[in-house]
């Protein structure tokens, strides 16, 4: 949800500048688009769908998981002189690292996920089972790399809610720079708007 947001904040924002420059908002140059369509495929069907994940074992939805990964790096190595994509990379390589260092999905700590969801009880927890989509509970003492987990969360006054990682933060910010510049010299370009 959170990186669909940045998405979108990233095109509006693109649009928006090029818009008030008289300008048309193109992305072009964009190598291999089709990559990250084919890497997040197993994902949803893995993860996010309830029909399939519930057919899935823990194994082969965790191999998804991290071959997903790997296929987004390598669109992100073959559109590496693209702004911001840098950051992407260094977002999904962080989240790699800790998925792979505790068994194919993020951990997340039960006291984390009591504090976005009060109403879920740490008894009522099992450790090292799935929790949500990606995440694994883990207590943070038995997590490998745990200040790369799924660690952190909005304030309670924010209207959404959700947990997130230092490398979701990176992804983010990749995703909407990426998105945001249109005078990029490789990736996204802006023509100008054609006088009728």
């Known amino acids: 949800m959170i990186l669909l947001l940045a998405a979108a904040l990233g095109l509006a924002a693109g649009l928006l500048l090029a818009t008030l420059r008289g300008q048309t908002y193109q992305i072009n140059g964009l190598r291999f688009p089709w990559i990250p369509v084919i890497a997040?495929?197993?994902?949803?069907?893995?993860l996010y769908l309830p029909i399939t994940r519930s057919l899935v074992s823990k194994g082969f939805a965790a191999a998804c998981l991290v071959g997903s990964q790997m296929l987004l790096l390598i669109f992100v190595w073959l559109n590496r002189r693209w702004p911001g994509i840098l950051v992407l990379a260094v977002g999904l390589i962080l989240n790699l690292?800790?998925?792979i260092a505790n068994g194919g999905f993020m951990p997340v700590n039960s006291d984390t996920v009591e504090s976005v969801l009060p109403t879920i009880h740490a008894n009522e927890m099992f450790v090292g089972e799935r929790f949500?989509?990606?995440d694994v509970l883990l207590?943070?003492?038995?997590?490998?790399?745990e200040w790369l987990a799924d660690r952190n969360h909005f304030p309670d006054w924010f209207p959404f809610q959700a947990i997130y990682s230092l490398?979701?933060?990176?992804?983010v910010l990749g995703i909407f720079w990426?998105?945001?510049q249109p005078h990029a010299r490789t990736g996204i370009f802006v023509k100008e708007l054609q006088p009728s």
């Open 40 to 46: 997040l495929l197993p994902q949803v069907i893995a």
């Open 97 to 99: 690292a800790v998925i």
């Open 132 to 134: 949500g989509t990606k």
């Open 139 to 145: 207590p943070a003492q038995d997590t490998q790399l």
């Open 167 to 171: 490398g979701d933060v990176a992804i």
């Open 178 to 180: 990426v998105l945001v």
